[in-house]
């Protein structure tokens, strides 16, 4: 594995084939939604990193930290022994971590602290126990340890320490999904409001259609950064990506035309890197504005909020409008609200999906993914 000096002194571990893509592989095991694993000064262990360094000091400051979050990385190996050790830690905020077994769920879930915690697995006897055949036709197989990761909150980092086991090694790939589903947008797409990762959207998507999963949501912080829209269309470790884009710069600050602009370039970038890939754009879900009465009206101050349905429509209409005037033949746009479709499907802030939302998104939008990933 190659390690580079980096800022400060600082030590990082580099994907393991290309600049972008690849699988990063550190101690015998491989790390999948993760691009850096990097020493920090005064924290023992490895930082777990969703885009390289150089990529996350470019975006605004709520990004860089969100990509700090672990939110979709995945610990993936095979082991010849039956228990394995992982030692993990989270110094802002808790972390969880379920483990898989191809696809079948551990039955505990591990939250992780401040405090360097060692997690003991045991591979499941009934799984072991499995005929011969059984999982032919599954996605993944069962053999692949599978450590699914996430923030509890928004401010949560994970340190990866140490694994121990006999005769650890990343999984080949006949043993994963052969597709690789690549997902950007707000906290929606991040996952915030499901009770587990594996519920997300985005997950349940990938489920779906067989494939794996790089999440690159950005809770509060999805500006469409033209920094990251390049690092997505440098990268070639995915298939097709979607872009649900972007309640967040509504939030900002960002004007529809301001929006436009950012948009257009990352759709623009994205689709234009590949025109084998299949790049789906997802308009604004529909949220309160839409269902409500009685909101805080605009202020000289704030002449759009949130709050506006009118400035939520102008965003709809200007990505629309991104898609049906570019010439990629691979670019595609769905509404937020073919996918989205029961109001009692969110949580009571009615912004965010409940785990109802979430399910319900999966399956409509890895209806609508179906025909345009094919082939």
């Known amino acids: 594995m190659p390690v580079s000096r980096g800022e400060a002194g600082t030590l990082s571990v580099m994907m393991k084939m290309g600049k972008y893509g690849g699988m990063l592989v550190y101690k015998n095991v491989a790390f999948h939604g993760v691009a850096e694993l990097r020493k920090v000064p005064r924290l023992a262990g490895l930082r777990v990193q969703r885009v390289p360094e150089q990529v996350r000091v470019a975006l605004n400051d709520k990004a860089a930290g969100r990509m700090l979050a672990p939110d979709g990385a995945e610990i993936r190996f095979l082991s010849k022994s039956e228990t394995v050790e992982v030692t993990l830690s989270c110094p802002t905020t808790a972390c969880e971590m379920i483990a898989f077994w191809g696809g079948f ?4 879930r591990h939250v992780i602290g401040n405090e360097p915690t060692t997690i003991r697995l045991t591979y499941p006897e009934r799984v072991a ?12 197989s069962p053999n692949v340890w599978r450590l699914t990761l996430r923030g509890l909150d928004k401010h949560a980092t994970l340190q990866f320490h140490d694994i121990q086991g006999q005769g650890l090694r990343p999984p080949n790939p006949d043993e994963l999904p052969a597709r690789t589903y690549l997902a950007y947008g707000t906290s929606i797409t991040d996952g915030f409001s499901a009770t587990a990762m594996h519920l997300t959207y985005i997950a ?12 690159l949501g950005s809770a509060g912080s999805a500006w469409c950064e033209p920094q990251l829209a390049d690092y997505i ?51 604004l879900w529909p949220y309160y504005p839409d269902v409500c009465t009685n909101l805080d009206p605009p202020t000289p101050d704030q002449p759009f909020t949130l709050h506006q349905p009118e400035i939520a429509n102008e965003y709809r209409q200007v990505l629309r409008e991104l898609v049906e005037e570019s010439s990629r033949p691979n670019l595609h746009l769905l509404s937020g609200d073919e996918l989205l479709r029961d109001i009692d499907g969110y949580t009571i802030d009615l912004t965010h999906p409940g785990d109802a939302g979430m399910i319900q998104i999966g399956q409509y939008l890895a209806k609508k993914l179906r025909p345009i990933t094919a082939g």
């Open 129 to 140: 126990q499995l005929r011969p055949g059984v999982c032919d036709n599954c996605d993944y």
């Open 204 to 215: 349940q998507t990938a489920r779906r259609l067989g494939a794996n999963l790089i999440n």
């Open 233 to 283: 269309a440098l990268r070639t470790d995915w298939d097709f990506a979607t872009l649900a884009i972007s309640l967040n710069m509504i939030g900002g600050g960002f004007t529809a035309e301001q929006f436009r602009k950012r948009a257009g370039y990352m759709i623009d970038t994205i689709a234009g890197a590949d025109p084998t890939r299949p790049v789906v754009c997802i308009t």
């Open 105 to 108: 769920q551990d039955n505990r």
